[in-house]
């Protein structure tokens, strides 16, 4: 069983295995490791980006058997490794990924369902549905609450139940989730609602985070 540091981990770095090595698609070469943590892409964002060993892994996917997979320009030996997480990358998706989750927590409590979520750079929206209550969001009022949340600074909690990752910010409430997030929503300043657009039975909510 492979062991998904990021799932637990704020680390950057760590020592792991190459348990197998091969060519790829592309001249590329994946590599399946004891451990990793590298986020690979999925779950409305990117894959981290690094090294393994001071190459550059070029893409991180999970495959159908659970595994996560690295890809990089060139095949490396079975045996022990070191890996870095770029720090800055790492940063900007969690970032991303956790004021998608703080705006769906408050979005709900106006009666709207967070149904997905893309949290990529210049294309973040979390996108509802509504329920008979469901009170219309105004873009002045959600940003004001997201400021309030971000002054708050509240913390996310990481927990498992019944097997299932639960990422839980503060008293908003939580969602399953398999990314990366931040410690806190002071975390979180720079954080920018672009626009609330209502179509048809869907409401998406787009934003971005400004650089820190």
């Not at 996560?68 to 991303?96: S, T």
């Not at 503060?170 to 929503?185: A, D, K, R, S």
Request: net charge neutral; proline share 4%.
């Amino acid at each position: 069983m492979q062991d998904k540091l990021y799932l637990t981990s704020h680390s950057l770095t760590c020592t792991a295995e190459i348990l197998e090595g091969y060519h790829s698609e592309n001249e590329r070469y994946a590599v399946r490791l004891d451990k990793t943590l590298f986020h690979p892409q999925g779950g409305g964002q990117p894959c981290d980006k690094g090294t393994i060993n001071g190459n550059e892994v070029l893409h991180v996917v999970q495959n159908r058997d659970g595994h996560v997979l690295h890809y990089l320009h060139k095949y490396l030996p079975l045996g022990p490794v070191e890996l870095r997480i770029d720090g800055n990358h790492r940063r900007e998706n969690a970032r991303l990924h956790t004021a998608g989750h703080m705006i769906g927590h408050l979005l709900e409590r106006i009666g709207w369902q967070a149904v997905k979520a893309h949290h990529w750079p210049g294309e973040s929206r979390v996108v509802f549905r509504s329920s008979a209550n469901a009170l219309p969001p105004l873009l002045d009022d959600l940003s004001n609450h997201c400021a309030e949340q971000i002054q708050l600074a509240q913390a996310i909690f990481i927990s498992f139940q019944a097997g299932r990752r639960q990422v839980a910010i503060g008293n908003l409430g939580q969602y399953p989730c398999g990314g990366t997030h931040v410690e806190n929503t002071s975390e979180l300043a720079g954080l920018k609602i672009i626009r609330i657009k209502n179509k048809k039975d869907e409401l998406s909510v787009h934003y971005e985070m400004m650089t820190e």
